[in-house]
T-cell receptor, first 113, second 115 residues
Framework: QKEVEQDPGPLSVPEGAIVSLNCTYSNSAFQYFMWYRQYSRKGPELLMYTYSSGNKEDGRFTAQVDKSSKYISLFIRDSQPSDSATYLC?????????????FGAGTILRVKS | NAGVTQTPKFRVLKTGQSMTLLCAQDMNHEYMYWYRQDPGMGLRLIHYSVGEGTTAKGEVPDGYNVSRLKKQNFLLGLESAAPSQTSVYFC??????????????FGPGTRLTVT
């Protein structure tokens, strides 16, 4: 079983929809949770970061972490065609000495205009 | 700033051939990483480095070697390529002593096909 599970999609939604992307994990030591966005044929880039449990909001994006359920989510409000990309969750138990991240498989999102 | 650059962008190898992928970063980052990305598998860490002259194994190190002789460069070598090494390879770097260590900066990737 993978440490981090993520539904690969693709997820196809109309413009303006609310999108929910999710990951589950098995390692209770994970404390740092990230979402990276990857456009086609590009490298990933950091989108959101959350430490431990709770919510974090940045514009149209909200990241949620539920450590009791080992479940993290990324919500996108008023989705735009420019949000079409692969979204990868990533997590780590520590930010010390090398900061190795464990990535999910990524969810392909397509926002139709 | 160029950020993280990777050379080459594309390569086709025959089974048994060798090659070196070059990664360069101009952000004075301490940590550098090599990942491979395969459909349905996400990013998997091959090797990483926490400083000049140091390297360590990641999740999938077999068949690869690395070197970090200069802080800004991280080389990934395939000594005897196999079809199972067909993948997209990404280099990343992080942490200049001030920026958050969790933010890794990725290069554009190298698409490698082994026939």
């Amino acid at each position: 079983q993978k440490e981090v599970e993520q539904d690969p999609g693709p997820l196809s939604v109309p413009e303006g929809a609310i999108v929910s992307l999710n990951c589950t994990y098995s390692n209770s030591a994970f404390q740092y949770f990230m979402w990276y966005r990857q456009y086609s044929r590009k490298g990933p880039e950091l989108l959101m970061y959350t430490y431990s449990s709770g919510n974090k909001e940045d514009g149209r994006f909200t990241a949620q972490v539920d450590k009791s359920s080992k479940y993290i989510s990324l919500f996108i409000r008023d989705s735009q065609p420019s949000d079409s990309a692969t979204y990868l969750c990533a997590m780590s138990p520590s930010m010390e000495y090398g900061n190795k991240l464990v990535f999910g498989a990524g969810t392909i999102l397509r926002v139709k205009s | 700033n160029a950020g993280v650059t990777q050379t080459p962008k594309f390569r086709v190898l025959k089974t048994g051939q060798s090659m070196t992928l070059l990664c360069a970063q101009d952000m004075n980052h301490e940590y550098m990483y090599w990942y491979r990305q395969d459909p349905g598998m996400g990013l998997r860490l091959i090797h990483y480095s926490v400083g000049e002259g140091t390297t360590a194994k990641g999740e999938v190190p077999d068949g690869y070697n690395v070197s970090r002789l200069k802080k800004q460069n991280f080389l990934l070598g395939l000594e005897s390529a196999a079809p199972s090494q067909t993948s997209v390879y990404f280099c990343a770097s992080s942490y200049d002593g001030f920026s958050p260590a969790y933010e890794q900066y990725f290069g554009p990737g190298t698409r490698l096909t082994v026939t």
